[in-house]
């Protein structure tokens, strides 16, 4: 027969059949059977095993409830979810087993600790009806936002920019697994997104889910797992859901974040060697994070831009101001995880002192945002004074023990003199100690027995320890407790009435202690809307604040925001790259483009710094748009609705599309979705096919993206394909640049400036050289270069400019059909696509083994 234990273990187990159970067992959370199996090597942890009943034993393991945040994400970041289950019953008044359930379930969406400080940990929910809907929610900060496009595009760029921690898909969605690759997810049945629970908690915004109504079904389903997960509590810290229109940010897809590195380095996925590693000097996790929220989402308002660009100006022109709010923001905590943790019922001592602490600075800072002659900053001001909030802080400092204990059940809460009931509860309890101390010695005088001690234990209680040694000396009074194997311990009825005393004392004060800190922190719920309004503007400040910082530190420029179609740049810097060298090392370059002259052909070596160039335009538009400074000597930013990049070689095996589809899936998203607003970064193309292949779409793409006045979005492409240089003389939207490179005997030197006009060469043997290719290699590389060079023209451009014609690779008889053929071509009456289309005729020929 099953032990009564495990019956209710087995009971609660299969509310939660997916989720591996966290049983409350004294100290410990128990696991056992298929999920001791599953935990125990993820956890590191022993795997032992329990009577089970009937002679049979089940497997088990269990963590230490202390350590339970630590052991709570390594599961949970395993991919799992995790139940927790408690006691729901006073032990004392159990009849039987101790009645216990699920308090809350865990999952990679909804887990609030050991979260980063510095990022979001978004669970999100995705749903599709004509139009896509998206909402996502931080639990550890409250932040609800919701989003609806009709372009699926636009929903995987948003996924990819917030990447949920846990995504809730309907079951006809889950049937597209190549769409949520990547993620991990959650089936819902359909009848949770159309709920009414959502519009019931946030009834004042009914208007808002008017307007978006598929994100509302994304938010309803959403919104009704989170209430699952958290059954019986209310987060009060999730005040609000907002929502933002596709026409007010600027659009970057998931490879432009990639490729410009703006968040995630490509190598490890971290923050070094990013945007944001150069701009984050913040002082706080809430301006960490909101700052990395900017750089993912540019601003498309240009006032709003003015706004932070006029805040950034007043910081870095005024530096007293500047340092001391550098100061004083360094002692801010996170507000936001801070009432999250208020709301959820987690919130110990500690967290409330630390809350206090930064309230506390409230009154200091508004006097230095009145003294700003900025008006975003000065406006800022009155947000942060909050009535009554000025004596509650002073009320929880002076409730408050400095130094508390961990647990709020642990007593040592509150502070002397704050209660009279507790001074006086304290009192004995300390008071006793004293006693006990007393009688120690008093006894061992009585007795003679000088190693006589008093001790306690949770057992016994208070009880009098004498070793056997001294056995004869003991008092006729005393009553033996318990044996030990070298002593013995007694009880005298004296000690016993104390004990009943003391104890008695000690757990009154405990549950006093505990009672004041709830109804303290119940208060500090009831500030939850202020305080939340306050730590917004913190955080705001605190971006503001290291913006300018790193622009007096590095040397940047505010930037002209225009709408004349010009990117107009003096002397502009990579800002990652330049943080890397020595001090004026890097070499700064120009850049123009308008709407007339709007596509820069570049040409040079690999190596050479064309991509560091176009990579370092596209960083300082989007500063521009973020509201930085920008490292240039000058800055005029056109307003930019979309960034878009095609950077490297890569392959996606696990969709089985290789590095050439790759690139030509990420070419045809910038055809299909640029704009003559848009920035256009190309970084080869067509290198991953055959050499016409690859050339005649290079060709053609520059063709689309010149040849049309009404599409002439700002483009920086560079290439090797030499023969597009010539198309400047056709088309007066492009223009050509290339790398200054210095030759010196067989070696070259990169200058790494940016010139106008074409490259003669791709100086690929001697970059092949600077990379440790073997010598007699390169020898051979260099004589098979001058013999394909004697053999044909060396890219030979015909006299029409649109022609282009592939030079042999084996020496050809002159008397050959094919170059009388070709000698009679006709080609100052071709056009590129006929002579084109002659190349692949003959290739055809050639491949089916054709007479020519």
Not at 478 to 505: D, H
Not at 540 to 547: A, G, I, Q, T
Request: aromatic share 8%; with cysteine.
């Amino acid at each position: 027969m099953t032990t009564p234990m495990l019956k209710q273990y087995q009971g609660i187990k299969a509310k939660a059949p997916e989720a591996i159970l966290f049983y409350r067992l004294g100290d410990f959370y128990e696991m056992f059977g298929e999920d001791a199996e599953l935990a125990a090597p993820i956890l590191q942890i022993a795997l032992t095993a329990r009577d089970a009943g009937e002679g049979k034993r089940i497997p088990m393991c269990g963590v230490p409830y202390h350590a339970l945040d630590s052991y709570l994400s390594k599961l949970v970041n395993a991919g799992h979810k995790v139940a927790i289950c408690e006691q729901v019953e006073d032990p004392k008044n159990a009849k039987g087993i101790v009645n216990r359930d699920i308090i809350r379930v865990v999952s990679p969406g909804t887990l609030t600790e050991l979260v980063s400080e510095r990022a979001n940990r978004y669970l999100a929910s995705v749903y599709f009806a004509q139009h896509w809907g998206l909402a996502f929610l931080d639990l550890s900060t409250g932040e609800f936002t919701i989003f609806q496009t009709p372009e699926l595009d636009s929903l995987l760029a948003e996924l990819s920019r917030i990447n949920p921690a846990e995504l809730i898909l309907p079951p006809d969605l889950s049937k597209k697994p190549k769409l949520w690759m990547g993620y991990y997810c959650t089936v819902r049945e359909q009848k949770t997104f159309c709920g009414q629970d959502l519009k019931n908690r946030f009834s004042e915004q009914l208007a808002l889910f008017t307007e978006f109504p598929v994100a509302t079904q994304a938010a309803t389903a959403l919104w009704s797992y989170v209430l699952e997960t958290i059954p019986g509590l209310d987060p009060t810290h999730i005040i609000s859901i907002k929502t933002y229109r596709s026409e007010q940010w600027m659009f970057l897809d998931q490879w432009t974040r990639r490729n410009l590195e703006l968040t995630e380095s490509l190598r490890d996925q971290g923050k070094k060697g990013t945007l944001l590693s150069v701009l984050d000097v913040t002082q706080t996790a809430l301006g960490g994070r909101l700052l990395k929220h900017w750089i993912d989402k540019p601003l498309l308002v240009r006032d709003v831009i003015e706004r932070r660009l006029n805040s950034v100006e007043e910081l870095t022109t005024d530096s007293f101001l500047r340092n001391d709010l550098y100061k004083l923001l360094s002692q801010v905590y996170d507000l936001e995880r801070l009432m999250g943790k208020v709301s959820y019922g987690t919130a110990n001592a500690k967290d409330l002192l630390s809350l206090a602490q930064t309230l506390a600075l409230l009154p200091e800072l508004c006097k230095l945002l009145n003294s700003s002659s900025a008006e975003t900053l000065k406006s800022n001001a009155p947000q942060l004074e909050v009535e009554g909030l000025g004596s509650f802080v002073t009320t929880l400092n002076d409730a408050l023990n400095p130094t508390p204990s961990l647990s709020p059940r642990d007593g040592n809460i509150i502070k002397t003199g704050y209660s009279i009931e507790v001074d006086e509860l304290r009192s004995i309890s300390t008071g006793g100690k004293e006693w006990v101390a007393r009688l120690e010695n008093a006894e061992r005088e009585r007795t003679g027995i000088r190693s006589l001690k008093i001790g306690y234990n949770k057992v016994f209680g208070y009880y009098i320890e004498i070793t056997h040694t001294n056995a004869h000396l003991i008092p006729t009074n005393y009553q033996r407790k318990q044996t030990l194997s070298n002593a013995e311990r007694f009880i005298t009825p004296e000690l016993k009435e104390y004990e009943q005393k003391i104890i008695g004392a000690e757990e009154k004060l405990k549950e006093l202690e505990y009672e004041l800190f709830i109804a303290l922190r119940e208060t500090v719920r009831t500030y939850t809307k202020p305080i939340l309004q306050v730590a917004h503007v913190l955080a705001e400040l605190d971006v503001f604040v290291s913006l300018a910082e790193v622009a007096v530190r590095h040397h940047y420029v505010r930037p002209q925001i225009k709408d004349d179609g010009q990117i107009l740049i003096t002397e502009g810097r990579h800002p990652v790259v330049e943080e890397m060298l020595e001090p004026g090392v890097f070499v700064p370059n120009d850049t123009h483009l308008t709407k007339s002259h709007h596509l820069a052909l570049i040409t040079g070596p690999n190596m050479a710094g064309k991509s560091t160039y176009m990579r370092q335009v596209a960083l300082i538009v989007l500063m521009a748009h973020i509201g930085s400074f920008v490292p240039a000597k000058k800055a005029c930013i056109t307003q930019v609705d979309r960034i878009f990049t095609r950077v490297g070689a890569s392959d996606d095996l696990a969709a089985g599309q290789s590095t050439f589809m790759v690139e030509m899936k990420e070419v045809a998203h910038i055809l299909n979705y640029a704009t003559e607003k848009s920035l256009i970064i190309l970084d080869e193309i067509g290198r991953g096919t055959a050499t016409f292949d690859g050339l005649s779409i290079a060709w053609a793409v520059t063709e689309h993206l010149v040849q049309n006045p009404a599409f002439n979005p700002k483009t920086l492409f560079a290439t090797h394909y030499h023969e597009l240089t010539h198309l400047q003389d056709d088309f007066p939207g492009l223009f050509n640049l290339h790398v200054g490179v210095k030759e010196r005997g067989e070696d070259i030197i990169f200058l790494h400036k940016i010139l106008s006009g074409k490259a003669d060469r791709s100086y690929g043997i001697q970059v092949a050289r600077l990379a440790g290719l073997p010598q007699g290699l390169l020898q051979r590389a260099k004589t098979l270069l001058l013999e394909l060079e004697s053999t044909e023209p060396t890219h030979a451009i015909s006299d029409s400019p649109n022609v282009v014609t592939q030079f042999s690779l084996f020496d050809v008889p002159q008397t050959h059909p094919l170059l009388q053929e070709i000698n009679q071509l006709p080609l100052d009456d071709m056009t590129a696509r006929q002579a084109l289309q002659y190349l692949f005729d003959l290739r055809e020929r050639i491949q089916s083994s054709e007479t020519i």
